[in-house]
């Protein structure tokens, strides 16, 4: 049987995301002005995701009395569902909360680790990025058992209703997601579990079919039953919770993986899946022109490169230059590089990694590389500073060796732009939620786990972002975790919740993040407006991370033709894309009317997101 089933990924294929036309919208909104999509405004909750389903679940935990945690999990149960491609219970993440009880902000990590039987020598390029061999531990359930048991109020039977419902009896699939299949149908057809559910008769279903996906679905009774079964005994909430937990990392599901991959070649053993837990960190934070911006830490560098870019934009008056002038954009640009050749530098699992994140994400530290920045002139890839010398007291990092850097003369190295979900969350309590999850690339590892329904990540791929080089920083090591670029961010102003955001874009995510933020802190934009609104990426081929390099980027045709003149003179390389271009995010939030306590949601039409709230 192994022969059956593709070892790796070969090669990977261009994906188009069509806009859905479809608007669903619960309770009140109001057309913002100049924007595709309406606000999406509530007073008791609101929900926003990549698909209008997933925001649909999330809606009807919380008019069920349910809270954010709750809604989130149901949210991210049904992305599993209804956008298989990004995400799953087999995926990767982390939740950032605003827990309104005591007003702090959370941060879960749930991020698995490589197979502990991975070679030593690591795998090839090609096994990195997808099939059998490819993959870390799933940490997304984890996840959603962790938040359930600490913040949220309802049993796992009662948040995946929604999706099991998705599954069992199926949903419309929108053209969006059938030209994704169609895309990913030469890699796809090769794994026949794959096959069966997502291709009919060799082709991808058209848009409007109805997809049923039964393994999953059995997946999901099984974990409840578990549950169920834990409180027919007697044991309350808590210990339900674990039962569910167990069945997916210890119990039957755990031996129906660890049998198929043994059975197919694959790494994972029941060792892997049971020493997976998922952790509580403390988020990353600045202060940015009066708010208070919380974001992941590693094993996640996009919260990272915000917080620093934000640091170092603090001393610009930015609204004067003017929004989306040549002056904003290239000092935006000439950050971020700054930002990545630290970040590629010094960030990774901090269990194999000294970070030096407090110097890092020091304003004394952005205030030294500022000085980098030529107001009238593109800076190549810059090489790293020394953030140890802005560490507090009683941190330290080594930097002495620089050989885990790639260096110029290297081979050039492509990575792809990622393909991930996000979704964000307000509930009439108070409480926020910005989650975002992957599988890594599109689909993962490709190949759909035995009898489960359940795809696997191929966070193999994420652990090497950095550079295919046993050198680097982030070359997969067996137990290591990969280095994502998962941010999902919320932001306060004393005291109070002002926004929950967050997108997927691989590369992409923190310079995304970061035009998003200042659109609504900088230039007063709502949050629907501050979505829509044009931006850019970096480029990260062919050789993003060596020192000296130029850099590239992808910019939205609304940007005027005599700005991007004008950015070209000033040395930058400017590949212009459609108007509203997936290759620079899907971005989800909500943003908190401070004075009169509306809740506004927003969605991008560039990937299909939808709020919903009442």
Not at 35 to 53: E, M, Q
Not at 73 to 91: K, Q, R, W
Not at 275 to 292: A, F, H, L, M, Q
Not at 444 to 450: F, I
Request: with cysteine; hydrophobic share 40%.
């Amino acid at each position: 049987m192994r022969k059956d089933f593709a070892r790796y990924g070969a090669k990977r294929f261009a994906v188009t995301a069509l806009a859905a036309a479809l608007l669903l919208v619960f309770g009140s909104s109001a057309a913002a002005q100049g924007t595709f999509r309406p606000n999406v405004v509530g007073k008791s909750g609101v929900v926003a995701s990549a698909h209008s389903l997933a925001s649909e679940a999330g809606l009807q935990i919380l008019r069920d009395g349910g809270n954010a945690i709750d809604a989130a999990v149901a949210v991210m149960a049904a992305l599993n569902v209804v956008e298989p491609n990004a995400s799953g219970i087999a995926g990767n993440g982390c939740l950032t909360i605003f827990w309104k009880p005591d007003n702090q902000v959370k941060e879960l990590l749930m991020t698995g680790a490589a197979p502990f039987k991975m070679p030593t020598d690591g795998l090839s390029p090609e096994e990195r990025d997808g099939g059998i061999l490819a993959g870390v531990t799933p940490g997304n359930y984890g996840g959603w058992i962790e938040a359930l048991d600490e913040y949220g109020t309802k049993s796992l039977s009662e948040v995946l209703q929604p999706a099991l419902r998705y599954a069992e009896y199926g949903f419309s699939i929108s053209q969006s997601l059938s030209s994704v299949i169609e895309s990913y149908r030469p890699i796809l057809e090769l794994n026949p579990t794959t096959a069966k559910i997502w291709l009919k008769d060799g082709k991808a279903p058209k848009a409007g079919s109805i997809i049923v996906q039964t393994d999953l679905a059995n997946t999901f009774k099984k974990l409840c039953e578990a549950e169920r079964a834990a409180l027919a005994k007697g044991y309350g909430r808590s210990v339900g919770l674990k039962a569910a937990y167990d069945c997916f990392y210890t119990g039957d599901i755990a031996r129906e993986i660890v049998g198929f991959y043994k059975e197919n070649g694959g790494l994972f053993t029941m060792e892997d899946l049971a020493s997976y837990r998922p952790e509580w960190v403390d988020p990353v934070w600045t202060n940015y022109r009066g708010y208070d911006v919380y974001s992941t830490p590693s094993t996640s560098r996009g919260g990272i490169e915000l917080v620093m870019a934000l640091n170092m934009i603090e001393a610009y008056d930015v609204k004067k230059m003017g929004l989306n002038s040549a002056e904003e954009l290239h000092l935006v640009a000439e950050i971020m590089k700054i930002v990545k050749s630290d970040v590629y530098q010094y960030v990774a699992d901090p269990k194999f990694v000294d970070i030096p994140l407090a110097g890092l994400v020091s304003k004394e530290y952005a205030a030294k590389r500022r000085s980098l920045i030529d107001p009238g002139k593109a800076i190549a890839f810059p090489e790293p500073g020394r953030p140890s010398g802005y560490q507090k007291a009683g941190l330290s990092a080594d930097e002495s060796s620089s050989s885990v850097y790639v260096k110029a003369g290297d081979p050039a190295y492509e990575t792809s732009a990622g393909c991930t979900t996000s979704f964000s969350i307000v509930d009439r309590f108070g409480n926020a939620v910005g989650g975002t999850v992957t599988l890594g690339d599109y689909w993962g590892t490709k190949v759909v786990v035995g009898n489960t329904g359940i795809i696997f990540n191929n966070g193999t791929r994420d652990g090497s972002t950095a550079g295919k080089y046993p050198k680097n920083v982030n070359y997969p090591q067996p137990g290591k975790r990969g280095l994502l670029n998962n941010s999902p961010t919320i932001v306060l102003k004393d005291g109070k919740l002002v926004m929950v955001f967050g997108t997927p874009g691989g590369e992409g995510i923190g310079a995304t993040q970061f035009q998003l933020l200042m659109n609504v802190v900088d230039f007063g934009m709502g949050m629907q407006e501050a979505i829509e609104s044009p931006r850019f990426i970096l480029g990260a081929k062919p050789d993003f991370y060596v020192p000296g390099a130029a850099v590239s980027w992808t910019i939205e045709n609304r940007v005027s033709p005599a700005v991007i003149e004008k950015l070209t003179a000033m040395g930058h390389s400017i590949k212009v894309s459609s108007a509203f271009t997936s290759s620079v995010g899907g971005m989800q939030g909500v943003l908190v009317d401070q004075e009169t306590g509306w809740i506004f949601g927003g969605g991008d039409p560039r990937r299909g997101g939808y709020a919903v709230g009442y």
